[in-house]
DNA sequence: TTAGCTGAGTGACTACAATCACATAGTAGC
DNA sequence: GCTACTATGTGATTGTAGTCACTCAGCTAA
């Protein structure tokens, strides 16, 4: 499919680039969609392409030797992935699946290259970018240590948590949440572990679903309680 | 103390700057040694510094919001530190600490920064190691979702075997290896059973100490087989 | 030599999360 | 509306790693 220099532009780590830069990599690049559960990308093959995500979830996902899936991050809509190559040119570490119907923009990672030797605001961006990838791989590594496990899960959804709901304290709502199953890999645990953290939080009204696509947080304070150890579940 | 250029050009990574460049980045760092457990850089806090490790080993960790230690990475003589902030202004988001007594050269930050953008190999040098180290961090993540605690301590242990040793599965020797405490602090796991888990690898013959510094690993091919799985404990 | 420290080895006990095996609820497709 | 999934909820059981409470070994520094 046919990818436009507008459609380009809805990203923001490329909308500050020359318009004549962006047309360029428009006719290189491609649109590509997946349904839910599809591998976007494989992990151990050298991709040639960079990931931007228009629609949908994404999931990195690595599997240990003995096959059990293990939960890295998430991508949302404006977003990339599978960028790591630009810097190495090694080989994608871990797979990315969607974990909904998704829309893609492929960019080959060869023009994104030659763009970022004239464009060094873009090669800044793209060290921003991985330098926030390792703290964000930093902080849920600490995540993982935690010894009790509720509080791995309040953790997690404290992560999920809009950025003004956790500092004002205030009832927000999570877009659609993570599944159990999917939580459940992030955080090295059981389905049916996080399910009864789930169950706890419901009865105490902290958290409370609707449908699938919505989790509200009703009491975020207790959440944030929780999630730094300040009160046990 | 005094810096020398010499000094500097001792870190393969800033040995191919121009010998003017290294003179000024002499002049501008300054040598630190620290005692073993001594805290190097500390986590939160936006350090100005990048630092080189010249002699004995660090430890990059972080701790959980109940105090547990996390481990994350080791830095080795010749490598450096730190440099996070190089990207993104952002504060060093774990501590580093000495395992052993250590020698350091601590180069300014910005100063490094500057000499990136004259020196645009060093700016790619340093976008590879950024990439690298999200590698580990990917690899060390999946590590830690093997349910198997011993094949997850000989995977750790297999990390620490030498390349070539790897590959050919010849015995081999890991000098200064980590305590048992280090890499249960790694590993997620209490040091009692890293303990048990080594017994058994004693008494099989996988491995055998030598001292503190030194651990034979007599049995590379056994280790590998435990490490992938392939083999149980 | 002795004291003091850190690292390592080991048994007993226990808590707790995984697993299994279901039931039930939602949703999406036809 | 019916069917087929996928997601979720829940009890019973069990394995296993953590914890505690020691001992012992090795190093270093008075």
């Known amino acids: ?28 690049s491609e649109v ?13 093959v050298r991709e040639e392409f960079v990931c931007f995500l228009f629609e949908g979830r994404l999931q990195g996902v690595d599997f240990t030797i003995d096959g059990r899936e293990v ?4 991508v949302e809509p404006g977003d990339f992935c599978g960028e790591l190559g630009m ?18 923009v492929f960019v080959p990672m060869e023009s994104l ?10 090669l800044k961006l793209l060290g921003q970018r991985l330098a926030a990838r390792v703290r964000q791989l930093t902080r849920q590594r600490s995540l993982l240590g935690l010894p ?7 953790c997690q959804l404290w992560l999920l948590v809009s950025d003004d709901a956790r500092q004002h304290l205030q009832s927000s709502v999570i877009n659609n949440p993570p599944t159990h199953m999917e939580i459940a890999i992030m955080l090295n645990l059981s389905r049916e572990t996080v399910s009864r953290v789930f169950q706890i939080l419901q009865t105490r009204n902290i958290v409370r679903r609707d449908g699938t696509s919505l989790l509200h947080v009703s009491d975020s304070a207790a959440l944030k309680r929780l999630a730094d150890g300040s009160e046990e579940l």
């Open 1 to 28: 499919m046919q990818v436009t220099p507008e459609l380009l532009s809805a990203f923001p780590s490329l909308k500050p680039l020359p318009p004549a830069t962006l047309a360029r990599l428009a006719q290189e």
């Open 32 to 44: 590509r969609k997946f349904a839910r559960r599809g591998v976007v990308m494989t992990a151990g």
């Open 71 to 74: 939960g890295l991050y998430f």
């Open 87 to 104: 810097f190495d040119h090694g080989p994608q570490p871990e797979f990315v699946i969607a974990l909904t119907a998704v829309v893609t």
């Open 113 to 122: 290259r030659l763009v970022t030797m004239e464009n060094p605001m873009l």
């Open 148 to 154: 009790n496990i509720s509080q791995r899960v309040c």
